[in-house]
């Protein structure tokens, strides 16, 4: 489903603040594995993320989705077929719009935006089902602005409009890290559901090395922008946090520096 | 009474211009200083001419074209959207100049879409009146439709917009469009309505669209949509209303200006002056411990 072919990012290039970001990134994905991946501050998780999704352009290598390379697209065009769900609750919906309103513009997607009624009765319908399946009672409050929700509910509406139309491809950039335990366990649930039961190709960005076991199907552990763990199936499976640690440390012969990785 | 209700409504039309640039984009847009005086230069030679109404399309069209080009500066040229409405705003100065041929026309004599209505009575407040509503009704339609709330979603948060598979650069240059579109046509019928048409008529007439999109906003509240149209609208009259009462109180026109800015400055900064750190209302209750 997306396989990224060597992608290099260089920030500041040419500057005394020059940072590779990321190199040598291979990596592929198949239809319906949820990749969780983690790795220290800076290691390029979320460069990772903002490179597939076009927020940067990659540098150098190519990327593909479905077969299409879209390394060339811009990021509004790879929207159509990539959801995404951010770390800022903030990010991810228009606040001074209604729940409703959020929801039929994330539904247009791939669609021409042309003088048709914003939200048909067929769509709020729609919407009204896709939001008790939530089950937090959005359901109720669908003429409510997204202003005046918590961050949890704005993160699951996030989710739910980042999927409404079927991707081919989900990312999520630490989009629980910003929330209390509580609902970042709902959120964590909502969108384990969500994914399996459509058999979406995800990407989660995590530091919490637990959630990365818990979550998913495979786990990757990014350093000095590549992939230097790849884990799934039973291997996977028997892992914990301890073994992830010790495989880090064997990996690149020192041992993991991330407070915030460590402590949560 | 008459007269700022009559002034306020053909205003409105620009208020909700500025509506639009201002909230929806969220872009306080300078090109409408300008674009108000080309909608009026392009009424007022085509007024002479003895095609009135003509003269309103083609002022709206001018406009349109001049908040796209706006926005092209903006979005494909990389230049910061303030600067891209001054510069904009400078560059249509003399392009109105061309348009008139010189500083000020006097449409005295040419026909206009008001010399039709002076023969029914109140004919002028029904026609601006009727005016004003169509462009309301017309406006909250589109912004109900796909296209429309796309537009409105792109001021509030461009990320979530490109997340959802919209273009942004295509919704500012239809957004700064519209928006520029509906400010012209408010010169092309102020033009008509006045019977003169001057180079300058269009200073400061950012501020006062701002300043009746405030005014209206905090009178009339800003929920739902349609509400918010409507107060915008109101604004316009209630704005004029006031300066029309400080004329009377026997304040020169030339310091109206002043008094517009003031009431801009006055009601951008009460909702900061009364909350967050530093407030006065913090600094009334003593420092904080």
Known sequence: MLELENIKKVFFPGTINERIALQNLNLTVSEGEFVTVIGE????????????????????????????????????????????VFQDPLKGTAFDMTIEENLSIALGKGAARGLTPGIPRAAREMFRERLSL??????????????????????????????????KLLLLDEHTAALDPGAADTVNELTTKIVTENNIATLMV??????????????????????????????????????????????????????????? | MKTAYELGAIYAVMALGVFISYRTLDTPDLTVDSSFTLGAACSAVFALAGHPVIGLLVGFLAGGAAGAITALLNTKLKIAALLSGILMML????????????????????????????KIPNGKIILSTGLLIIVVVALWLFLNTKLGLALRATGDNEHMVRASGVDTDTMKLIGMAVANALVALSGSVMAQQQKFTDLN??????????????????????????RRLIAVALGSVVYRAVIGAAMQLGLPASDMKLITAVIVIVALALPNLFSGAGSLKKLSKGPVK
Request: proline share 2%.
């Open chain 2, 201 to 226: 008529m269009g200073v400061g007439m950012v501020v006062i669209g701002l300043a009746s999109v405030i005014i209206g906003e905090v009178i009339f509240g800003t929920r739902p949509i349609l």
């Open chain 2, 91 to 118: 560059g249509l100065y003399s392009i109105n100049l061309r348009i008139m041929g010189q500083p000020n026309i006097s449409l005295a004599r040419a026909a206009n879409i008001f010399s039709i209505a002076d």
């Open chain 1, 41 to 84: 501050n800076g290691a390029g998780k979320s460069t990772m993320l903002n490179v597939i999704s076009g927020v940067h352009p990659a540098d150098g290598g190519r990327i593909l989705l479905d077969g299409e390379d879209i390394s060339r697209q811009k990021e509004y065009k790879r929207s159509r077929h990539i959801g995404r």
């Open chain 1, 134 to 167: 939530l089950g937090i009672g959005l359901e109720q409050r669908m003429k409510h602005k997204v202003g005046l929700l918590s961050g949890g509910q704005r993160q699951a509406l996030t989710l739910l409009m980042a999927t409404i139309v079927r991707p």
């Open chain 1, 206 to 264: 995590t530091h919490n090395m637990s959630s990365a076991l818990a979550y998913g199907t495979r786990t990757i552990m990014m350093s000095e922008g590549t992939i230097v763990l790849d884990v799934s199936g039973a291997e996977r499976g028997a892992m914990t946090v301890a073994d992830l640690i010790a495989k880090f440390a064997e990996k690149k012969g020192r041992a993991l520096d991330d407070d915030k990785l460590l402590l949560s």
